[in-house]
């Protein structure tokens, strides 16, 4: 097993040591080259956890996505204004979800005081619980009105008496109220056949706003993009959660459970920057791969993409430019 939350150097194509060749890997391995308080910026976590969809009777494998994911970001390009940092991984062992969450919460919580948009590399959905987690150490309060968006085409509202991937978001609306704050829960892409009327109802208990995949064609680009904008004016601070069940089967086969509909890859693309171009996005995660079900790696690649979007969209914003050349590769673990 590898070691909790121990950074190491990534490896991938280098074209020479100029700023224009600057890929992920290279950022990622500077980081690592320097010592003390790291520059604010991008921070991953690998959350090597699948226990959640095996209690939830989905498609076991997601445990291993983290490594995967850095695989198909290490040789995407990489502006000279984005900085990254890979913490390491937070595994779940001996199937104590409920301690992974915690530890992983922690991290989460390491990575925002230290000024970072972390993005979490799941991981079943049941990450998200540990996300939620980390967000508290901070302080939800301090961060005024906590609003959580949902690319899934699941409510991932389960009242099971035992938490599963299923369980995630209604664990955090309990735990919310029973503090008394909203439960500002947003979701774009629900699939109806998909969703039991019982979660359908709960969902409109907690008075979750949400659009359907037969909603979020290409051809209704602009009324997603006015969903968006109207949970952005509703909240202070964003939780951006995305399960790549949300996508096409055939962009995205390698999850728990493959979409027969799904949500075009452009529309997701387009709402995740959207996202990213507002202060208010404090934390992402990014779950549901499943690498052994995986075709050609384009499920991987597919989430990199997105992942690249919302990373160079976020330091684009910042306007924090740096002349630091870019590193050549070093000896290290190889992930291509």
Not at 289 to 294: A, G, K, S, T, V
Request: glycine share 8%; charged share 20%.
């Amino acid at each position: 097993m590898k070691e909790e939350l121990s950074p190491r150097r990534w490896t991938g194509r280098d074209d020479g040591p100029a700023l224009d060749h600057r890929r992920w890997h290279h950022a990622i391995n500077l980081s690592l080259a320097h010592t003390g308080k790291a520059t604010p910026g991008i921070a991953l976590l690998g959350f090597q956890s699948d226990e959640g969809v095996r209690r939830n009777m989905g498609r076991v494998g997601a445990a291993t996505a983290p490594d995967t994911i850095r695989s198909a970001l290490a040789s995407l390009s990489a502006p000279a204004e984005l900085m990254l940092h890979d913490l390491g991984d937070v595994s779940v062992t001996d199937s104590d979800l409920e301690s992974g969450q915690a530890r992983l919460g922690k991290a989460v919580t390491a990575a925002l005081a230290g000024g970072h948009l972390p993005i979490v590399l799941g991981g079943g959905h049941e990450t998200a619980y540990g996300s939620y987690l980390g967000l508290c150490g901070v302080g939800i309060p301090a961060m005024g009105r906590l609003g959580i968006i949902n690319l899934d085409a699941h409510f991932d509202l389960r009242a099971d008496p035992v938490p599963s991937s299923g369980t995630p978001f209604l664990q955090i609306a309990t735990s919310e109220r029973s503090v008394g704050r909203d439960f500002n829960y947003t979701v774009i892409g629900i699939s109806e056949p998909n969703n039991t009327v019982d979660l359908v109802q709960t969902a409109a208990d907690l008075g979750v706003r949400y659009l359907r995949d037969e909603e979020c064609s290409s051809t209704n680009q602009a009324a997603v993009n006015e969903f968006v904008d109207d949970f952005l004016s509703r909240v202070d601070a964003v939780y951006l959660t995305i399960d790549l069940d949300v996508l096409p089967a055939h962009v995205a086969p390698g999850v728990s459970a493959p979409a027969a509909l799904g949500v075009p890859y452009r529309v997701i693309l387009a709402v995740c920057r959207r996202l990213a171009r507002s202060p208010k996005l404090v934390h992402v995660d990014v779950v549901e791969l499943n690498p052994r079900f995986d075709i050609d790696d384009q499920t991987a690649r597919s989430a990199a993409r997105l992942i690249h979007a919302i990373a160079t969209e976020h330091a684009a914003q910042l306007g924090k430019p740096t002349a630091i050349p870019a590193s050549t590769n070093q000896p290290g673990i190889e992930f291509l």
